[in-house]
């Protein structure tokens, strides 16, 4: 794959694509030499973290040039595999909306990991990724960050092989979208990883936390989306929705959605969840 003909494909928020050309040919030996060991380090200290926004998006862009084959290698569709890289030019453009330009965080750069090991999947509204089932208790963790009953560890035990659910943001949870989605990715993961069967999808969200859920209107789709899964644990840390609903602490635009007056009004009723949906 080269680099001009993934760049149209991602589809880049206005002027990003320019950028990114600008950036990488202004120097290109040194944008292939900073790829070649852009995610070596131990502990997410990968060595890219180290350089600025733009050039991080320009060396984690070259580098979807080398991963096409990787992906399509798993039995992935051309169309599947560009919904899949896609994810970088959503962060690019949130990036640009929070900092006023061309770029990526170092989170991003952690983030992208899984697709430099060929390790998420996009289908349709949701990513997926292949996971040994965790449960986040002082057992695990060593931490009572939630808990968990003994009949449902026993149900799916620690290890089992599960398929971890992501929502990125914005995505589209419309429930036929939503449930496409699901059926994809369970025929892709059973062709794609026989010697794995996988027990259950997996999904740890905001978006699952029982007393904000039992609020929203039987119409809300992501209402509609967390009765799908099964809580199996939940407690009340909401930094995961405050970074959602508010966009890491920014204030909402005048009114807000009913979701971030909620948030702003009865704090108490956000918090995080684990859920599945057993295969």
């Given at each position: 794959?080269t680099?001009?003909?993934?760049?149209p494909r991602?589809?880049?928020?206005?002027?990003?694509?320019?950028a990114?050309?600008r950036?990488?040919h202004r120097d290109?030996?040194r944008?292939?030499a900073?790829?070649a060991?852009a995610y070596?380090?131990?502990s997410?200290?990968?060595?890219l973290?180290?350089s600025?926004?733009l050039t991080?998006?320009?060396?984690?862009?070259?580098?979807l040039?080398?991963?096409y084959d990787?992906?399509?290698?798993?039995?992935?569709?051309d169309?599947?595999v560009?919904?899949?890289?896609?994810?970088?030019?959503l962060?690019a453009?949130?990036y640009r909306d929070?900092n006023?330009?061309?770029?990526?965080s170092?989170?991003?750069?952690?983030?992208?990991?899984?697709?430099?090991?060929?390790?998420?999947?996009?289908?349709?509204?949701l990513?997926?990724?292949?996971l040994?089932?965790i449960y986040l208790?002082?057992e695990?963790?060593?931490?009572p960050y939630m808990?968990?009953?003994r009949?449902?560890?026993?149900?799916?035990p620690a290890g089992?092989?599960?398929i971890n659910?992501?929502i990125q943001?914005g995505?589209?949870?419309?429930?036929?979208?939503?449930?496409?989605?699901?059926?994809e990715?369970e025929?892709?993961?059973a062709?794609?990883?026989p010697?794995a069967?996988f027990?259950?999808f997996?999904?740890?969200?905001?978006m699952?936390?029982?007393?904000?859920?039992?609020?929203?209107?039987?119409?809300?789709r992501i209402?509609?989306?967390?009765?799908?899964f099964?809580?199996?644990?939940?407690?009340?840390d909401?930094?995961?929705?405050?970074?959602?609903?508010f966009?890491?602490?920014?204030?909402p635009?005048?009114?807000?959605t009913s979701?971030?007056r909620?948030?702003?009004e009865?704090?108490?009723r956000f918090?995080?969840?684990?859920?599945v949906?057993e295969?």
């Amino acid at each position: 794959m080269t680099l001009e003909a993934l760049l149209p494909r991602l589809e880049f928020a206005c002027g990003i694509e320019d950028a990114i050309r600008r950036e990488i040919h202004r120097d290109p030996e040194r944008i292939r030499a900073l790829a070649a060991e852009a995610y070596q380090g131990e502990s997410f200290e990968f060595r890219l973290r180290a350089s600025g926004p733009l050039t991080r998006l320009a060396v984690v862009t070259w580098l979807l040039t080398e991963k096409y084959d990787a992906y399509r290698a798993k039995g992935m569709s051309d169309a599947a595999v560009f919904e899949t890289f896609k994810d970088v030019s959503l962060r690019a453009g949130l990036y640009r909306d929070k900092n006023g330009e061309a770029g990526l965080s170092e989170d991003d750069v952690i983030w992208f990991r899984h697709i430099m090991n060929a390790g998420i999947f996009k289908f349709g509204a949701l990513q997926f990724q292949p996971l040994e089932m965790i449960y986040l208790d002082e057992e695990t963790i060593g931490e009572p960050y939630m808990t968990f009953t003994r009949e449902q560890k026993e149900r799916l035990p620690a290890g089992s092989p599960v398929i971890n659910c992501h929502i990125q943001r914005g995505a589209d949870l419309n429930a036929p979208l939503v449930s496409r989605s699901l059926e994809e990715a369970e025929r892709f993961f059973a062709e794609g990883f026989p010697a794995a069967p996988f027990k259950a999808f997996f999904c740890a969200s905001w978006m699952l936390y029982p007393p904000m859920v039992a609020r929203l209107p039987s119409d809300s789709r992501i209402r509609q989306f967390a009765e799908r899964f099964t809580v199996i644990g939940y407690c009340a840390d909401v930094e995961q929705a405050l970074e959602n609903l508010f966009d890491g602490g920014r204030e909402p635009p005048a009114g807000g959605t009913s979701l971030q007056r909620m948030a702003l009004e009865h704090p108490e009723r956000f918090g995080f969840a684990c859920g599945v949906i057993e295969l």
